[in-house]
């Protein structure tokens, strides 16, 4: 069943646990991630970024989102890091339960001006609103950020903009990146930060950038011939510790690009005669389900639907 954000990410925050939130480009992301949600039990956000509705468009997705959330578990359909106020109104218009404004990138007073248009766009419409302060480094879809220009969230200007946007969700930036190549060195998260941040702003908050970058998913992808080298993602201890502190939603990515990357890879390797795209897909759709279950049964949503 279609549900907004708000519904699903208040009672994860009060019960200390965090709503995975996929981001899904066609059908076999999203039968991956919907197979592992009712398996599991769990809420689910399937979230389609600018990219994703550019490559497939807008009514496609939707289409195949709504035939989706056709269960029994808690489904929302989300805007990830919408930055063209044209596309999230359409969103809005288009059946959307959930969207996100990222003006991170924006001065203060901007971002905050058009975090409020689009709230007021999406209260008319029963839509929840994440936003963002503080900007991610890193690159993924169309999101693009300069480590030099990336800035971690400071948690009084934090309360504030949650004040005046009156948004239902907010990211936050306290060390997480986009991509799969997130660290260079020890792999570090400011919790210290994050808990300043939770005392200050009572809404659900966001981990964007947090996908694991899972050791045997990315050793099977280079036993066929990715080239991943330095790949590292954020460690298990630090998005439990994230949990415990204020964080509902925890946005993955390019652990799912990863697994169908592995799985085609091991499927084209092994598969020489066959030339049935459904069967070449089967392992890469496998895998990716079995990495959703992973995160579901990690951030403790498995059960709460």
């Known amino acids: 069943m279609l549900e907004t954000a708000k519904k699903i990410l208040v009672p994860a925050r009060r019960a200390k646990y965090a709503v995975p939130a996929f981001n899904v480009n066609d059908l ?10 009712e398996k599991m039990k769990s809420p689910v956000i399937v979230q ?16 195949m989102i709504r035939v989706a959330a056709k269960t029994k578990v808690p489904v929302v359909m989300h805007v990830d ?22 003006g991170s990138s924006l001065p203060y007073a901007e971002n905050v001006q058009n975090t409020k ?22 690159i993924e879809d169309l999101v693009s950020v300069a480590e030099k220009d990336a800035k971690l969230t400071n948690p009084a200007e934090a309360a504030r903009f949650a004040k005046e ?26 919790i210290k930060r994050l808990k300043k941040i939770a005392t200050l702003v009572p809404l659900p908050i966001v981990l964007h950038g947090a996908s694991g970058v899972l050791e045997d998913v990315k050793e099977l992808a280079e036993k066929y011939g990715a080239k991943l080298g330095e790949a590292r993602g954020v460690l298990d201890a630090d998005i439990k510790a994230a949990i415990r502190h204020g964080v509902a939603k925890i946005n993955i990515d390019t652990d799912l690009r990863l697994a169908f990357t592995a799985g085609i890879r ?28 992973r995160k579901m049964r990690l951030f403790g949503s498995a059960g709460r639907s």
């Open 28 to 37: 076999e992301f999203l039968k991956a991630v919907m197979s592992a949600a």
């Open 81 to 102: 890091h919408g930055k063209d106020l044209k596309t999230i109104k359409a969103a809005i218009d288009s059946g959307y339960t959930s969207v996100m404004y990222d």
């Open 48 to 63: 389609t970024s600018e990219g994703a509705i550019q490559y497939a468009g807008m009514d496609y997705l939707v289409a």
């Open 266 to 293: 091991e499927a084209v390797h092994d598969l020489p005669k066959v030339i049935d795209p459904r069967k070449l897909l089967e392992p890469a759709n496998l895998l990716m389900r079995e990495v959703a279950m």
């Open 117 to 138: 248009k689009v709230v007021a766009w999406a209260r008319r419409k029963g839509v929840s609103v994440e936003a963002e302060i503080g900007a991610l480094a890193g």
């Open 165 to 190: 946007t009156r948004c239902d969700s907010l990211a936050v930036a306290i060390g997480t990146s986009h991509g799969a190549f997130k660290f260079k060195g020890k792999t570090h998260l400011d």
